[in-house]
């Protein structure tokens, strides 16, 4: 079987045993949340849809774009699809969900780089080179409040000065009830 040329950057020993606790760092997790990706959030590909839509590049334009907290790369794998010159960084603290991706994103070889780290990590220090776009669809709600304000200054630092930082995460208003009605 062919070895994937996708890169695997790890933390130092102390960060990799914090990450080794988060729940989705099992691979039954993992795969069963894959496989009912689009069960879960009703509206994924939609989502999706509307982010390629912000993305104002032509099929065939050099960029260079991170998901951040991507999982299991299905995105990912979609804008390297749709955009044959495109470079993709996914950045995830589960191994599991990086695993799912290495599988997934193979066959786009040095295109395609994935990261191991939290959100709130230096991530960003390990990047390739300046992201165009940063995307992240439902990861940033994780982060306490502190996380989250130094998760979108080390976007900002990180993105080339027309890049653009996308966040397709999900709101949940205090109301169960209003969060439930369509």
Do not use: M
């Amino acid at each position: 079987k062919k070895k994937a040329n996708t890169e695997i950057y790890t933390h130092t020993l102390n960060e990799a045993l914090q990450i080794s606790t988060y729940r989705w760092n099992t691979n039954d997790a993992a795969r069963a949340y894959d496989a009912t990706a689009e069960i879960i959030h009703p509206r994924y590909r939609q989502q999706q849809d509307l982010l390629f839509k912000q993305l104002a590049f032509d099929p065939s334009d050099p960029f260079v774009l991170v998901d951040a907290g991507g999982g299991s790369g299905r995105f990912v794998e979609r804008v390297l699809d749709r955009y044959s010159q495109a470079k993709a960084v996914l950045v995830d603290q589960s191994e599991a969900f990086l695993a799912l991706a290495a599988e997934r994103l193979q066959r786009f070889g040095q295109r395609a780089t994935l990261i191991v780290s939290k959100l709130q990590d230096d991530w960003w220090a390990q990047l390739p080179a300046p992201p165009d776009v940063i995307v992240s669809i439902s990861a940033i709600h994780h982060l306490d409040s502190d996380e989250e304000c130094k998760f979108y200054v080390q976007c900002y630092r990180s993105l080339t000065p027309s890049g653009i930082l996308i966040n397709a995460d999900e709101y949940r208003p205090d109301c169960q009830h209003q969060y439930r009605v369509e």
